[in-house]
């Protein structure tokens, strides 16, 4: 069973410490609502949907969402980091499988035995703060959109014509 998402988003601030700005809220909400670990564009444009913001005040409150726990960066493939909600806020460690085509971010459910902390031993499981555990592959809509005469993804493979 996993621990279910906090309720809202004022909980989650409340929880971290954080001040509820409305447009902290927002953020908090859009980063809650989501299963994917997301750049800061893509942040950016869902805020957008509820409220004004801008790139820089965005940057700031996901800086101080980091500091406070509340929010995890993740590396990429790509030079932009991704952002997801820490394992405490969204109730279970995970890790993430990118692409390397499209920079789609998933976070993963949590498979037995990958982050079986328990498997440490009596007295030495540790509380899991993170996992920093990335999957690199081709999504499944990337992989659709090649079409047979279409660039080929796998080297060495042939084309059929
Ligand atoms: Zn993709
Ligand atoms: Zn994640």
Redesign the pocket.
């Known amino acids: 069973m996993d621990t279910p998402r906090p309720a809202n988003a004022e909980e989650m601030l409340g929880r971290a410490g954080i001040d509820p700005t409305p447009l902290r809220l927002a953020v908090a909400r859009v980063l809650a609502r989501e299963?994917?670990?997301l750049p800061v564009g893509d942040i950016l444009a869902l805020v957008r949907d509820a409220r004004q913001a801008n790139k820089v005040t965005l940057y700031r409150i996901l800086d101080l969402f980091v500091a406070k726990g509340l929010v995890?960066r993740?590396s990429s493939g790509d030079r932009a980091w991704?952002y997801?909600?820490a394992p405490v806020f969204?109730g279970r460690p995970?890790?993430?499988a990118y692409c390397v085509r499209c920079g789609r971010?998933?976070?993963?459910p949590t498979a037995d035995g990958l982050v079986d902390v328990a498997a440490l031993g009596p007295g030495l499981a540790m509380d899991v703060v993170a996992v920093e555990v990335r999957i690199d592959g081709v999504c499944a809509a990337c992989r659709r959109q090649s079409s047979p005469g279409g660039r080929l993804l796998t080297p060495g493979r042939e084309t059929h014509k």
């Not at 971010?105 to 993963?108: I, P, Q």
């Open positions: 299963e994917r670990a995890r993740h991704r997801c909600l969204a995970h890790c993430h971010m998933d976070c993963l």
